[in-house]
């Protein structure tokens, strides 16, 4: 199952939280931070998507020129018609999910991480301390592979053999090369705080000298990679579809609860809009009780 467009970036600044505007994500409060990665809240999948996650052939749509790398080890052995290798397609995925996974081998063993991250067109970027084993390794030139994985239902068949997941994934391929610039390690982390709660990046103090010496941060370019995607109910066998068994869709989604203020924040300071208002991430629920054919 498992398998950028460019945005501008700015120059780190720090303000107070009450010198920005209480404009929600995704508006002008958002836009003037330029970290615009097309980022939808309904969570749509571009492109043509079939009831079992088909998505249309990027040559067979104008709209879908820029591609990924096709290699052997990217191009999908099975469910074809479920994969592509667009890169709306893929950056929409990478952009929505908020955690990652790295698998890397080093002196015999294979290690598989999960790790925050942050894209920048088409770089994605991993940062930790100076002293992380996988860092050290990646920086190093060990090749890398990273998967994002959006889950968004449980499909429940007639036949145990038929169940499912619906779910979005991304698989990239590449050779880490280490950042030394303090700029590029500074739009790095801002981009990560706009990726975890965008509008974040305009709050906080930016990093020290200090700071940006104690982090390691390596580059991976999203050029060899592809996305594989599945929506739809159950595809049962023509037998079982009069069994008398439920089947169907079980919808899931990342859904924030109320913010937790810190116990040592100076009175009056409120949280703002984008805490407020943190988005869901998980498909939408028009569509999801759709059954399969």
Same mark, same amino acid.
């Given at each position: ?14 303000? =107070? ?14 836009? =003037? ?10 969570? =749509? ?30 191009? *999908? ?14 950056? /929409? ?19 598989? $991480? ?9 770089? $994605?970027? $991993? ?9 050290? /390794? *990646? @920086? ?10 959006? *889950?968004?239902?449980?499909?429940? @068949?007639?036949? @145990? ?26 739009? !790095?982390?801002? /981009? $990560? ?20 010496? @104690? ?11 592809? /996305? ?48 407020? !208002? ?16």
């Amino acid at each position: 199952m498992l398998h950028g467009n460019p945005r501008e970036t700015r120059s780190p600044g720090w303000s =107070s939280p009450g010198s920005q505007p209480n404009t929600p994500p995704g508006e002008t409060g958002e836009a =003037s931070q330029g970290f615009d990665r097309r980022r939808s809240t309904t969570v =749509s999948v571009v492109g043509d998507v079939g009831h079992d996650g088909q998505v249309a052939d990027p040559s067979e749509s104008p709209s879908l020129t820029d591609t990924l790398v096709r290699t052997d080890r990217t191009t *999908l052995r099975r469910k074809k018609e479920r994969g592509s290798f667009d890169r709306d397609v893929v950056n /929409a995925i990478l952009d929505e999910g908020l955690l990652c996974h790295v698998g890397f081998s080093v002196e015999g063993s294979t290690f598989v $991480l999960p790790m925050v991250f942050a894209r920048i067109q088409d770089d $994605l970027y $991993l940062h930790g301390a100076t002293g992380n084993h996988m860092l050290r /390794a *990646l @920086a190093q030139g060990v090749e890398v592979c990273v998967t994002v994985t959006l *889950l968004d239902a449980v499909v429940l @068949a007639r036949s @145990a053999f038929h169940h499912s997941m619906n779910y979005r994934s991304v698989m990239v391929f590449g050779t880490p090369t280490r950042v030394e610039d303090d700029d590029e390690k500074r739009k !790095a982390m801002m /981009a $990560l705080l706009e990726h975890i709660a965008p509008g974040r990046s305009g709050d906080t103090r930016p990093p020290s000298t200090d700071e940006l010496r @104690a982090t390691l941060m390596v580059r991976v370019p999203i050029a060899e990679g592809s /996305a594989k995607v599945r929506t739809g109910g159950p595809i049962d066998e023509p037998g079982d579809l009069d069994a008398p068994i439920w089947a169907g869709q079980i919808p899931l989604s990342i859904v924030a609860g109320p913010a937790v203020t810190d116990g040592v924040l100076h009175p009056g300071v409120e949280p703002p809009s984008y805490v407020q !208002a943190y988005p869901a991430r998980g498909a939408p629920k028009s569509g999801t009780t759709e059954s399969g054919r």
